[in-house]
């Protein structure tokens, strides 16, 4: 059993940065893929970016790639999403999620979320 606790949302304005954390329960952490998805009002929730086990491997949504970083502290039992160049369309609140593939990333556990919200 896993269980993620989201912190660092916030209000920010356009162009600035947030960055997002998530704290994991549990002894295998480091044997997770894990990975940020959000959702905006009346949207579906969509995928943000994940990252390997390892932390060798990342991947991103189109509309974030070169704005949004994400890694792993296994050592933390933490991911971190860093979030630069924000814009109001990144409004939404942002979940962590964790599973054992990358492919399955949405099946398993996931955190209560944490809003971001950037103002123009």
């Known amino acids: 059993q896993v269980q993620l606790v989201e912190s660092g949302g916030g209000l920010v304005q356009t162009g600035g940065s947030l960055r997002l954390s998530c704290a994991a329960s549990?002894?295998?952490?480091?044997?997770?893929?894990m990975g940020w998805f959000r959702q905006a009002p009346g949207e579906e929730r969509e995928f943000v970016a994940a990252i390997s086990w390892s932390g060798g491997s990342t991947y991103y949504a189109d509309s974030v790639k070169g704005r949004f970083t994400i890694s792993k502290d296994n050592a933390k039992n933490t991911v971190y999403l860093q979030m630069n160049s924000l814009k109001p369309e990144d409004t939404a609140v942002y979940y962590c999620a964790a599973s054992r593939a990358i492919a399955t990333i949405k099946d398993d556990y996931w955190g209560q979320g944490t809003q971001v919200t950037v103002s123009s």
């Open positions: 549990g002894r295998t952490f480091s044997s997770y893929a």
